[in-house]
Structures are given as structure tokens and as C-alpha cells.
């Protein structure tokens, strides 16, 4: 009898075993297409794509922080971002969100800006542990931009 205990716990540990393995959390994502645009004074818009791992299928929320420089300028939460494939059958979560500010000031003509983006994305079904991160900083070309810097 006390075979057949021990066969069955060891049957047990090893179908236990067999549960497919949660997403990789260490591993950070690729941000691509990150474009901003400040057409009038007070108002922007900012998009960028997140590519997703083979496993999440659907998206429960992505957070994100933008950056100018080294402040924190936006920040927001996408429930459910529209999901889009490339023709190499990749996973893209696409987010594109208006940005209003005040108090500021404004600058025409061509710049470059620093930005950073930084953020994670829920993937359906896991839990908040199971969030997967990206962050990305590049210098990204705008038409007008925010008066960051105070001008005395």
C-alpha cells in the first residue's frame, strides 16, 4: 500500500509539472514607432507600440509614464489597447493617446526632444505579478514642442 501512496504523489508532483510557465517579467519589451506631436500649445499626442510575446493573446491594460528630459510629463492606463499583427505574424499593442498640459509655455519650430517611455502590460488572465515591463529613451524629432525650461 504504501507503494502505491508514493506512485501516486509522484504522479501528482509530475502532471503538476506540466502547467505551461508564466511569461518571462524580467525580460523587458520592445517599444517601436514612438512619435509625439505637440500641434497647438497645451496639446500633444503620443503613440508607440509595444510588441507582445508569442503567449499573451489579449491585453487586460498596458501602463505608461512619459518623459521629457528628465521629467515625468504624462502618465495613463490603456484598458484593452487595440491589438495588430505585422506581416511577419508579430503581436503589437498599439496605444494612442491625446496629452493636454498646462502652464508651460511653447516653442515652434523643429526640435529634438529626449524621451523616455517606460511602463508594463497585463496580459489577460494573469494576475499583477504577471505584469511585463518595457522602457525605451530616444531622441525623437517634433515640430513644436513644450517650453520646459523656465526662460527668466
Known amino acids: 500500500?504504501?507503494?502505491?501512496?508514493?506512485?501516486?504523489?509522484?504522479?501528482?508532483?509530475?502532471?503538476?509539472?506540466?502547467?505551461?510557465?508564466?511569461?518571462?517579467?524580467?525580460?523587458?519589451?520592445?517599444?517601436?514607432?514612438?512619435?509625439l506631436a505637440f500641434p497647438r500649445e497645451e496639446q500633444g499626442d503620443l503613440f508607440f507600440e509595444v510588441q507582445l510575446?508569442?503567449?499573451?493573446?489579449?491585453?487586460?491594460?498596458?501602463?505608461?509614464?512619459?518623459?521629457?528630459?528628465?521629467?515625468?510629463?504624462?502618465?495613463?492606463?490603456?484598458m484593452a489597447p487595440d491589438i495588430s499583427a505585422d506581416a511577419a505574424g508579430r503581436r503589437w499593442a498599439r496605444v494612442e493617446v491625446p496629452l493636454v498640459y498646462r502652464h508651460l509655455g511653447f516653442r515652434e519650430g523643429a526640435t529634438w526632444l529626449d524621451v523616455g517611455l517606460r511602463g508594463d502590460v497585463l496580459p489577460f488572465g494573469a494576475d499583477e505579478g504577471g505584469r511585463l515591463g518595457f522602457k525605451v529613451r530616444k531622441e525623437v524629432l517634433v515640430t513644436s514642442a513644450p517650453q520646459l525650461e523656465r526662460v527668466e
Open 53 to 78: 510575446p508569442v503567449e499573451v493573446r489579449r491585453v487586460l491594460s498596458l501602463r505608461w509614464e512619459l518623459w521629457l528630459g528628465a521629467r515625468r510629463f504624462a502618465e495613463g492606463v490603456v
Open 1 to 35: 500500500m504504501g507503494e502505491v501512496r508514493w506512485a501516486l504523489l509522484g504522479l501528482l508532483a509530475v502532471a503538476g509539472c506540466r502547467r505551461a510557465p508564466p511569461p518571462d517579467t524580467s525580460a523587458a519589451l520592445e517599444v517601436a514607432n514612438l512619435t
